[in-house]
């Protein structure tokens, strides 16, 4: 909710990007998602970033009425506006009901999982980067940032500690590179060792274009969602998006399907049939012993 996006709310309602996708978003027991921008009207800008972000708290009544439960902070813009961007940030949430992750005033509260539950199942949430623009954002013992990945142990720490607490552990990843449609080595290496650590879903953002989804021991990774409400570009497979439905049963094993969509001036749209089958496939053909359907299942191909 910044920069266009902002401008378009500002001059169509706050709800206006999400007003194709809310039956589908509100359809959840919990939606979650990624905010990649802060929410101030303060603090400094950050130095030698090209793209800063930040947004007024007046959107957030309207993501929440989205349906969005909780949301990752766990990005390369949550800090754009420093410590009092990220604190502002945190209080706007929480004074809207929305619950988030990936970011605190040290690295417990970073790294902490937020526990959520629906029809008797507990679900945790927990959100890392592997994009950090510089040193200090990352969180630790004395001071505030985003729980990072890099270093992967404390992220695995927190799966293990979660997966102890919670029927499904679900960990959103920042990482991989900007429109890319292949994942990085490292983002096969980590996603897999987050299963292996507990975690039963491995969602992942930042490339900005959609990425294919892997089967990994009875669990899932999607690398990456793509955009879905963000400013538009002059490359089309921005504007790719989609919705992700988990049904996940209490001993974690989750049934996924795709609803594809097109972003037209930063509002997501399902698409038609034809096009949906196309991006399907083409998502597919990208999936690691996973294969994509035209009905947007996704089902384990060995």
Known sequence: PAGSVARLMEQHGYDYPFREAKPLLESADITAGNLESAITDRGTAAENKQFLFRGPAAALPAIREAGFDVLSL??????DYGWIGL??????LDDHGIRHVGAGTDDNEAFAPVYMEANGITVAFIGVSNVVPEVSWKAGPKNPGVAELYDPRRALEAVREADQQADIVVVMAHWGTERKETPEEYQVVKGRQLIDAGADLVIG????????FESYNGKWIAYSLGNFVFN???SPLTSETGVLMAECSKDGDCELTFHPMKAVNSQPKPMDEEAGKSLLARISALSVFAEVRDNGQIVANR
Do not use: I
């Open 205 to 212: 953002s930042h490339p900005h274009v959609l990425q294919g």
């Open 74 to 79: 766990a990005n390369n813009h949550t800090l």
């Open 87 to 92: 604190r502002d940030t945190m209080d706007a």
């Open 232 to 234: 538009m570009t002059a």
